[in-house]
């Protein structure tokens, strides 16, 4: 057991330390990792903890971590998944703070950033794509999806009230 929950630390240690641009960006190494390196869940699994994740309070990557260490190694699991995720983001940030506000400015730094940003774009793209094969499965189930869209983006619909709707039109239709 002590090996397991060492590996779940070790795992999200990992992803937290070589994903940039947040949770959703830490998706398709999330995925990655625990669906095709360790085969801890399969990929309907592992959408189930993203929907979940999603609908909780918190980031998503933390609470992904959170449930899939609970689902591999019990609460020593979903400590061990938390704390690796989110130990080099806290070491980094706190780094950080101290010099951003002084270098913000720097020419260099600002490069730096804008040669992360499309690269996180894309990981979040890839996110999307990898969780749209395996969720968008039938008609239904594709225009919920094209439903919540359209009203997050042309009437600014609240994400939680779309959160709510999806799941009861899910209740209603499947």
């Given at each position: 057991?002590?090996?397991?929950?060492?590996e779940i630390f070790l795992t999200f240690l990992k992803i937290?330390?070589?994903?940039?641009?947040?949770?959703?960006?830490?998706?398709?190494?999330i995925q990655m990792e625990i669906i095709n390196i360790h085969k801890w869940l399969t990929t309907k699994e592992f959408i189930d903890i993203i929907a979940i994740a999603e609908m909780t309070p918190g980031p998503i990557a933390v609470n992904s971590s959170t449930f899939v260490g609970y689902k591999i190694g019990g609460?020593?699991?979903s400590v061990a998944g938390t704390l690796g995720v989110v130990l080099i983001s806290i070491i980094l940030?706190?780094?950080?703070?101290?010099?951003?506000?002084k270098f913000k400015d720097n020419p260099t730094v600002k490069a730096i950033f804008n040669g992360i940003r499309p690269a996180v774009i894309m990981l979040i793209a890839s996110?999307?794509?990898?969780?749209?094969?395996?969720a968008l499965v039938d008609i239904k189930s594709i225009l919920?999806?094209?439903?919540?869209?359209v009203a997050l983006l042309r009437f600014k619909l609240n994400p939680i009230l779309g959160l709510l709707i999806s799941g009861a039109a899910g209740a209603i239709l499947f």
């Open positions: 057991m002590l090996k397991t929950i060492t937290g330390a070589f994903t940039f641009g947040g949770g959703y960006a830490m998706l398709p190494l609460f020593w699991g940030s706190t780094i950080a703070a101290r010099f951003f506000f996110a999307v794509l990898s969780v749209g094969k395996v919920i999806c094209l439903g919540v869209f």
